[in-house]
T-cell receptor, first 112, second 113 residues
């Protein structure tokens, strides 16, 4: 059983489009995260939700909107995609807000 | 969160111990040392963490100096599958950190046959 899953694995789209990435965890964790890894391989946190409540919101353009319908899901919607949004996006989860986080396999987003 | 300094890259022969150092001279009393690794094209993987005492689990051992200003991750018998980028992260556990992990550049460990 996959602990943290993301869909899709690859996403290729045109500038200006709107797209969503989905994340699900079956670990019973109540905290979920979105990270972005750019072309230089730097991994940076974007958002974190605890019990469906936003607790971390780094300096991310408001074109990015996370949504947590329940504790097991954290989706990322991106409006008006730009070239600079091309990256690998990782979802993660943890028990409460602890730092032992389980990461998903990543979604490689390419904006043309 | 305190910053960490790691060597950019290291090599290790298969079957030998891999010792990965990390400096964190500005670590505060309530900050833990966490180690993660990222194998190519995969998501990061939690390895181990510690506060003061040395820790061991099925993956690795973590040795923290008495003054807590540095630590070493030890993979006792490295295999080719241990080739990855290893990240040393200093952070409080939960609380005001809200689980925020700040990844640096890490150490690229290459295990050779």
């Amino acid at each position: 059983d996959t602990a943290v899953s993301q869909t899709p694995k690859y996403l290729v789209t045109q500038m200006g489009n709107d797209k969503s990435i989905k994340c699900e965890q079956n670990l019973g964790h109540d905290t979920m995260y979105w990270y972005k890894q750019d072309s230089k391989k730097f991994l940076k946190i974007m958002f974190s939700y605890n019990n469906k409540e936003l607790i971390i919101n780094e300096t991310v353009p408001n074109r990015f909107s996370p949504k947590s319908p329940d504790k097991a899901h954290l989706n990322l919607h991106i409006n008006s995609l730009e070239l600079g949004d091309s990256a690998v996006y990782f979802c993660a989860s943890s028990r409460r807000t602890y730092n032992e986080q389980f990461f998903g396999p990543g979604t490689r987003l390419t904006v043309l | 969160d305190a910053k960490t300094t790691q060597p950019t890259s290291m090599d290790c022969a298969e079957g030998r111990a891999a010792n990965l150092p990390c400096n964190h001279s500005t670590i505060s009393g309530n900050e833990y040392v966490y180690w993660y690794r990222q194998i190519h094209s995969q998501g990061p993987q939690y390895i181990i963490h510690g506060l003061k005492n040395n820790e061991t689990n099925e993956m690795a051992s973590l040795i923290i100096t008495e003054d807590r200003k540095s630590s070493t991750l030890i993979l006792p018998h490295a295999t080719l599958r241990d080739t990855a980028v290893y990240y040393c992260i200093v952070s409080t556990s939960g609380g005001t950190s809200y689980g925020k992990l700040t990844f640096g550049q890490g150490t690229i460990l290459t295990v050779h046959p």
